[in-house]
């Protein structure tokens, strides 16, 4: 082994790159409070399985009646239900859809 010394001089710390680390930690801590959900667990889903139900059971018993009452006054039998009752169906999946595209911490 020899005494000499290397060509190069090791490259000191530079307070510049401390700088660039610290502001990267403190971005990534921002981003994971902002991408973290606000409601977890089972009781979020619970929620939106009840509003996924009630959304589907109100469309399809509400455009029901409001075909039966149409039919029944207008005296168009089969036709005023199932017009409406289509109608309630679409407007369900709807709703459904909507509901399942929002974000998380959009939620009413």
């Known amino acids: 082994m020899s005494d000499e ?12 790159i ?3 680390e610290e502001r990267l930690k403190a971005a990534r801590e921002r981003e994971e409070q902002r991408n973290r959900p606000q409601v977890s ?10 509003r996924v139900l009630a959304d589907l059971l109100g469309g399809i018993l509400g455009g029901a009646v ?5 039919d029944y006054f207008a005296g ?8 409406m009752l289509f109608f309630g169906i679409v ?9 399942a595209n929002t974000r998380p911490d959009d939620s009413e």
């Open 5 to 16: 010394k290397p060509a190069r001089e090791p490259i000191a710390e530079d307070a510049r």
């Open 91 to 99: 407007v369900a999946f709807r709703n459904i859809i909507r509901a």
């Open 18 to 20: 401390d700088a660039l």
């Open 66 to 70: 409001i075909g039966w009452s149409i």
């Open 76 to 83: 168009t039998s089969p036709w005023g239900l199932l017009v």
């Open 41 to 50: 667990g089972a009781d979020a889903n619970y929620r939106s399985g009840n």
